[in-house]
């Protein structure tokens, strides 16, 4: 199906968030749509998706002009979109969750829709148990899901909004065959990113946006540089961690083991020193969430001692964990970092501790402005939170951080964020490095966990490796290590 997007204008309050914006899609292509977090794009998306209506301009499908205003009716003129943490219902299975959104009928026939799943899920190879719960289900698996929902609901353009973040690298790949079938199927696809490498695979053009407008339109391939020179008028270079020195071991772990749903970690001996970084790695679900969850106090241990700076803390409640500076940064910004509905003020707030029964409103709105400043933060002090993009949400999360901190735990720390952004976030970490913080942090993208890693600890089939320094290890290696294939060299302690 051919989009066509013609001088869409879209305003909120004093920001221009797309201004006249004209874009066309082929039918049977796969296009990019590339920008620094803010530069309009979720909001384009948003718009052709029926999320939010435009001030103005059109939108055209297969030649005839369509109005809507809701995403159902989008769906209803073929247009869906796979938000970056996909629209499911995380109690209910996978079949229900398959079935969700399906109308017309008085009784639904799950043996049809199931019928209708497996042959949907077989074309693409995707491996779905139907009786699962979602909760269970990694983002990669969620999205897979999510793509199947919308295929039997007749979508014929397909959004996916920054979807390679927080997926393997295996999943990535089955995503990227599944939009490769679709485009040979004539559906149009509309890919949202931040990562160059996926849009030059991928993708047949791209159009890059810059402060709520097109500022170059290219065919793939195309020079990276060309690209980052567009969004960013200037060349970007990553931030250097020197490697960590110290012999103080911040955090220890001994005898740890964690239940999770579906599987078990046990980690025999940890020790993390003062200033040092440590990559966790492995497929999505391999148990690095339930290792950061463990050492922020966040989830009991079945058995074994935590010791921060030689300090017993196994038995300690969560906010004794933030008392003696252990901070936590989740992946899922809206649902547990951030709360909807407030604003960054608002946050600032629940922050400050209560030594009173007021609140000091002149101290907190002081305190907010200097944090939007000082963490270049796109927004207001009453803007509301999830009106910000992924790259503002990820800043505010940061800012909100106390400092000092003795262990910082992150997951995703650049999920959904623009290459600038996520130089930034990676110069602020290093910043709290060298004044003696410790990172745990657990990223699908081998490249960041390459690059700023002291060590790393390898997630594969239930099993967690020693820490491996990271000058014994290549990408390559790293990405075997994962799958099972390639046993690291054994690590210095």
Known sequence: MKVELHHITKRFSQVLANDRISLTVEAGSIHGLLGENGAGKSTLVKILSGFIAPDTGEIWLDGQP????TPAGAIAAGVGMLHQDPLDFPPLD???NFIAGKTGQWL???????REFLQLAAQFNFQLDIHEPVANLTVGERQQLEILRLLSLGVNTLILDEPTTGISASQKHALFEALKVLAQQGKSIIFVSHKLEDVEILCDRVTVMKQGQVVGREPIPCPAAKLVAMMFDRELAPPVKPPTVRAEPMLE???IVLNGDRLTVAID???VQKGEVIGLAGLEGSGQRLLLLCCAGLLAPQSGKILLDSQDITQASYKEYLNIGIGYSPADRLREGLIGGLSIQDHFTLRQP????FIDRKTIAKATQEAIALFNIKGRPQTPVERLSGGNQQRTQLALLPVPLNLLLMEHPTRGLDIESALWVWQQLIARCEGGTSI???SS???EIMQYSDRILVFSGGQVSPPIPTSQLTVEQLGQAIGGKFTPLQPQT
């Not at 369509?66 to 205003?69: E, F, T, W």
């Not at 209560?354 to 029964?357: G, N, T």
């Open 354 to 357: 209560q030594k009173s029964f």
């Open 94 to 96: 996978v079949l229900d």
């Open 445 to 447: 993208d081998l490249d």
């Open 253 to 255: 772990l001994q005898g």
């Open 440 to 442: 745990l942090f657990a």
């Open 269 to 271: 001996q940890l020790s």
């Open 108 to 114: 639904l026939d799950r043996q049809a829709a199931k």
């Open 66 to 69: 369509v109005k809507y205003r």
